[in-house]
């Protein structure tokens, strides 16, 4: 068995139907159900034998102890964490709370239950998901972040992600603790909440509202499709390196307002407008505090080391999630839960 934290969540949800598709062994899946988190994500496994869900607070150390003990996982992957950047900056106190001392919490019942509790300890591995806004901002012709890149992160958000990810190092190279980080670009596809911006876009041009884009829509993320992410993932958990950093991004370094762009092309296609295009409901407004102006990720150690590759470019995938969630806008108008 393996423990899922936040498996209720975008990526850890994804994470668990691709798991649950591709593998027999069981999964027990923790998540606290915050406003990010649903079980509608789940709904198509919640019956499944091989997946067992508890709604709980990774900082309920007496609660993750015994989930440790009674299931014997030989595995946990720790996605549960506050992420968005807006939310970190008018409220960075639960980012705090769930991204640094819940990572701790776990990391402290892990490392009981490794010492203490479990039998055959040449197989148990903690992996930790984090996020390439740890190492800061680029510059247009800067290279891109690698794993040894310094971290400089901007925001509450990526500061406690940061901070989680220095914790999760220091368990390795202070208890022994047999852990693997990875960090990765922005992702994209079915569940994601819809404060995202594809998501937004998406949802938003479907209601024929404005499509409100930050400063001047130059800001450039790596986008990397959901699906790569969980493939990528249960690489690194059969095959990384016991206390390695890997770094996971879909080769698709765009501007925002190039994003927009495409979604909006998309959908005059796929599902288009009675009068006009989706882009004549562009707008621009006032851009956030500290955003950063562009990420990128190299993740040649990844692809070489462990001959991971995404599979899907970035259109590709935009198209998949376009066409998830209009399925979803469909049913929604039939009055049927998606």
Known sequence: MIIVTGGAG????????DWLAQEDEPILNIDKLTYAGHLENLKTVINDPRHTFVQEDINNRKVIDS??????????????????VDRSITGPAEFIQTNILGTFNLLEAAREYYAKHLNNKSDFKFLHVSTDEVYGSLGDQDPAFTETTPYAPNSPYSASKASSDHLVRAYFHTYNLPVLTTNCSNNYGPYQYGEKLIPLMIQTALQEKSLPIYGDGKNIRDWLYVSDHCSAIRTVLSKGTLGDVYNIGGNAEKDNLTVVHKICELLDEIYPRKKGSYKDLISFVTD???????????????????????????ESGLRKTIHWYLQKWNLQKMGISA
């Open 10 to 17: 975008f990526i850890g949800s994804n994470f668990v139907l």
């Open 67 to 84: 989930l440790l003990i009674t299931h014997q996982p030989r595995a946990i992957v720790h996605f549960a964490a506050e992420s968005h």
């Open 288 to 314: 956030r505090p500290g955003h950063d102006k562009r990420y990128a990720i190299n993740s040649t150690k990844i692809q070489k080391e462990l001959n991971w590759a995404p599979q899907e470019n970035f």
